[in-house]
């Protein structure tokens, strides 16, 4: 059963700065990504013969992975969030693109969703897949990140709507919808230096708008890619753990689509705790470039933040 006891948790300090929180999320989702991708359709027992308690960034996996190397929770991230820096918005047309370019550079890994979403836009120049019940998939949450950057201080209206341009190019449900904003409105909360409480009570409020989404009454473990097991895994990690370190390892062993969970658990995490939470050995063996994509991005993202504010 799922109890957490947030009042005994670590209280993280309202001196860790803005940049601190957007560059732990940002280096915490390659981070995760990473970690996870190892043992990415692994089940937690697997992964105790194999690995014992993995929490090493060493590649291999499924995907054969070089150390450090991530895969489309970060690829896709970086996509968006050129795009966003490019446009000075969330603009359709412009995010389909770069999702379509990047499909074009034969990433390492691609969702089933994704590939048919991009696909449709490419034969139909249309940048929203039609409402589909059974495209409540993880892959529009994964990469939702820069959009919680860029719009950390803009209204909630706003946050939904640029939200929705960028996942509805390849899943357009309301589920999905749901937990995906729900997840944006906890960064952004955590950009602000929120509580832990607070951010609970924001995962609470989408659980009573969507019963699916209940955490707490049993550990879930081998989570697939409805982003429903998802975010129940994050959830579950995040309010029971009160350091970055513990939250990753935790979601990464539980297998099933753990580079997803690592991706969203580590942006999570990284943002409430800020950067430097981020342990140096994960953050040495991450691929030297995406390190420095997730740099620049993050200060240019929060500039148009600025900007627009």
Not at 133 to 150: K, Q, W
Not at 156 to 176: C, F, G, K, Y
Not at 273 to 298: E, F, M, R
Request: some cysteine; aromatic content about 8%.
């Amino acid at each position: 059963m799922f109890a957490p006891d947030l009042t005994a948790q670590h209280v993280v300090g309202k001196d860790i700065t803005l940049e601190q929180r957007a560059l732990g999320a940002y280096l915490g989702l390659a981070v995760g990504d990473a970690l996870g991708a190892t043992t990415e359709f692994l089940t937690p027992r697997e992964i105790r013969e194999k690995y014992g308690v993995h929490k090493r960034i060493c590649g291999g996996g499924w995907l054969h992975l070089k150390s450090g190397q991530v895969t489309d929770d970060t690829e896709m991230s970086l996509a968006l969030g050129q795009s966003i820096i490019e446009n000075g918005e969330v603009e359709a047309k412009a995010v389909a693109e770069a999702f379509s370019q990047w499909m074009r550079s034969k990433p390492v890994d691609i969702g089933n969703t994704v590939r048919r979403g991009i696909v449709h836009y490419r034969n139909s120049g249309e940048t929203s897949v039609p409402e589909n019940e059974f495209d409540a998939g993880n892959g529009a949450c994964m990469r939702s990140l820069p959009v919680a950057i860029a719009y950390w201080n803009a209204g909630w209206d706003e946050l939904v709507a640029v939200s929705r341009i960028q996942s509805h190019i390849t899943h357009h449900n309301p589920q999905a919808d749901a937990g995906t904003e729900a997840l944006l409105q906890m960064l952004r909360m955590t950009f602000k230096s929120a509580s832990k409480q607070a951010l609970f009570d924001i995962a609470d409020g989408l659980v009573e708008s969507h019963r699916a989404y209940r955490f707490d009454r049993r550990l879930v473990e081998n989570p697939s890619g409805w982003i429903v097991e998802t975010l129940q895994v994050v959830f579950q990690a995040f309010f029971n753990h009160d350091d970055f370190e513990s939250v990753l390892v935790d979601v990464v062993n539980r297998g099933g689509d753990a580079d997803t969970t690592g991706a969203i658990a580590g942006m999570l995490a990284g943002a409430f705790y800020g950067l430097d939470a981020i342990p140096g050995y994960w953050l040495k063996a991450l691929n030297k470039d995406v390190k420095a994509a997730c740099h620049s991005q993050t200060y240019a993202l929060l500039e148009l933040a600025g900007k627009s504010g």
